[in-house]
């Protein structure tokens, strides 16, 4: 009589066999999920409790991780980290990518800088939900008392290794993902925070003073990009990397029509590339048409050449005499280095940041319009609902809330001006008595 063929998961007749005295034996046929055979046994001191033990065997064999060719139970963390993160990068060349490159980057930074010291050397069926939750225990009391609370690293952290571990349960290096188990902070609400009309009327005269106190030195001419970048932003509520990211031919300034621009790409920083224009905005809600206020056109022409294409950026770097860096837009590093300069200058430093100009114009179009309006104009998914989703046509022009940006701009203006009215006419008063009390 033949051997009993047995199906993946199923095993055969349990043998016992009496060794010793007080010893036995249980051993059995055992067909793997692969279609693979092997025996499994047990010893214990009496028939009952050696056939109990092969039964636990015959399922801790079946629900043991196997590995693939890739990655195996026995396998480091690090080696999972490092597949994970190759493998993600080649995902960013999709059509419609699951993650963007820059998001690879930052997650590589935080794997590279906290994750592999810390457990790069374990095994992958060393880990358990205990170890993972001590790992994240440990990041956040690296912050304690410190400038950096760790909140968020801890959160990126546990996100990763998240990624990182699901990807070796599908390889079968795992059976559970413990990191799952674990639990992170919440997250840190922010406060927003917008500056006053006065503050974007100062603002306004602090990079004008700034470009005509780079004409009087030497080096490189101002282009007028900061003056303009600023302008747009405040026009428009753009992201910094939107801003920089803006062609031609996404800018409609035609007397025939309201001046528009079209938010389709950023600019970015991509481990390898160095600063490219990527052709998404931050979200798929940030693909928009914006109606810009007057300010903000007049900026615009101003800085416009008699003959453009499409693809020319609106704010082009500066050409090497080889023509190296031809059709580049300004990085947005370069943006934030000449705003600090001209804060500087104005005896401003560190009071506005290119994000806050983005808040206040959301704040602004929030109180005189809607919230809504404010969501839509940012570019901010309103409704992530399956009728929004699958049934209606997203509407990319948003509100027109160019009448309340350039409002907000000549009131800031005005009382920036008064301002300054003020002072030199105090400074005046102050050098008059002094000069009387020398006759």
């Known amino acids: 009589m033949g051997k009993q063929k047995l199906a993946p998961g199923e095993h055969g ?16 046929r055992l067909c793997l999920w692969d ?85 790069g050397n374990t095994k992958l069926n060393q880990l358990t939900p205990a170890s993972c939750q001590s790992f994240l225990d440990s990041l956040l009391k690296k912050g304690e008392g410190g400038k950096n609370s760790m909140i968020v690293t801890t959160r990126q952290a546990r996100n990763a290794m998240n990624q990182v571990l699901d990807r070796a349960v599908i390889h079968d290096a795992l059976r559970d993902n413990p990191m799952r188990k674990t639990i992170a902070p919440a997250k840190t609400k922010p406060t927003p925070r917008a500056i006053t009309a006065l503050e974007v009327g100062r603002l306004r005269a602090a990079v004008r003073a700034w470009e005509k106190w780079r004409q009087d030195r030497s080096g490189p001419k101002p282009t007028g990009h900061l003056r303009v970048a600023v302008d747009v932003m405040l026009g428009a509520g753009l992201r ?60 615009l022409n101003s800085i416009r050449p008699a003959e453009t294409t499409a693809e020319m950026p609106v704010f082009p770097g500066r ?43 959301a704040t602004q179009v929030a109180r005189k319009m809607s919230p809504a309006d404010a969501a839509s104009l940012l570019g901010h998914a309103i409704d992530a609902g399956v009728t929004s989703r699958h049934y209606i046509e997203r509407l990319r022009l948003a ?31 102050v050098l008059t008595r002094v000069g009387a009390g020398r006759h």
């Not at 910094?240 to 950023?266: F, H, K, Q, R």
């Open 35 to 119: 279609g693979s055979e092997t025996w499994v046994s047990r010893n214990a001191s009496s028939s009952d409790v050696a056939r109990l033990k092969v039964q636990r065997g015959v399922t801790e064999r079946l629900s043991a991780a196997r590995g693939s060719e890739d990655l195996k139970p026995t396998s480091k963390v690090g080696l999972a980290c490092r597949q994970w993160i190759d493998e993600m990068r080649v995902r960013t060349s999709w059509p419609n990518p699951p993650m963007r490159a820059q998001t690879v980057d930052e997650y590589e930074r935080v794997i590279d800088r906290h994750v592999i010291p810390a457990m």
């Open 240 to 299: 910094i990397g939107e801003v920089m990211a803006l062609c031609w031919g996404e800018v409609n300034l035609s007397p025939d029509g309201l001046p528009t621009i079209t938010v389709e790409a950023t600019l970015t920083d991509v481990k390898g590339q160095g600063v490219v224009r990527q052709a998404m905005p931050k979200t798929s809600a940030g693909e928009r048409t914006i109606i810009i206020p007057p300010f903000a056109a007049e900026a």
């Open 399 to 429: 509100p027109d809330t160019s009448a309340v940006l350039q409002a907000m701009v000549e009131i800031g203006d005005g009382e920036a001006r008064r301002e300054a009215e003020e002072e030199a006419v105090g400074t005046t008063a």
């Open 13 to 28: 007749e349990i043998f016992l066999q009496q060794t010793a005295p007080d010893k036995w034996r249980a051993r059995t």
């Open 319 to 361: 050409l090497y005499k080889d023509g190296r860096n031809a059709r580049r837009p300004v990085s947005t590093h370069n943006l934030r280095r000449m705003l600090r300069s001209a804060l500087d200058l104005a005896d401003m430093k560190g009071e506005v940041h290119p994000h806050l100009l983005r808040s206040t114009v």
